[in-house]
């Protein structure tokens, strides 16, 4: 009869330790899933600002372009 218990115990408590392992497997894979997420993210955002430093700079290309023609007419009698 003490073997039937201890069966019992084991029993419950592979139970739970199966219950814990299927919930660490859907929690790595929520985390996976974020993570590709994040990375798309990232890789869209790295493209968007690389983009626009390059449109910054030629803007500031064009404006110094301006502000030199300026001070030519400027200079100009």
């Known amino acids: 009869m003490a073997n039937d218990k201890s069966t019992q115990v084991t029993e419950l408590d592979l ?4 219950y ?3 919930e660490l497997i859907r929690v790595c894979e ?4 974020e ?3 994040l990375r ?3 890789k869209a955002l790295a ?4 983009a626009l430093l390059e449109k910054n700079d030629s803007v500031r290309v064009r404006v110094e372009a301006m502000i030199n ?3 030519s007419m ?3 009698p």
């Open 15 to 18: 139970n739970k330790l199966e």
């Open 20 to 22: 814990r392992i299927a």
């Open 30 to 33: 929520r985390l996976k899933e």
């Open 35 to 37: 993570n590709l997420t």
């Open 40 to 42: 798309g993210q990232h």
């Open 47 to 50: 493209t968007e600002r690389a």
């Open 69 to 71: 023609r300026l001070r």
């Open 74 to 76: 400027e200079r100009s």
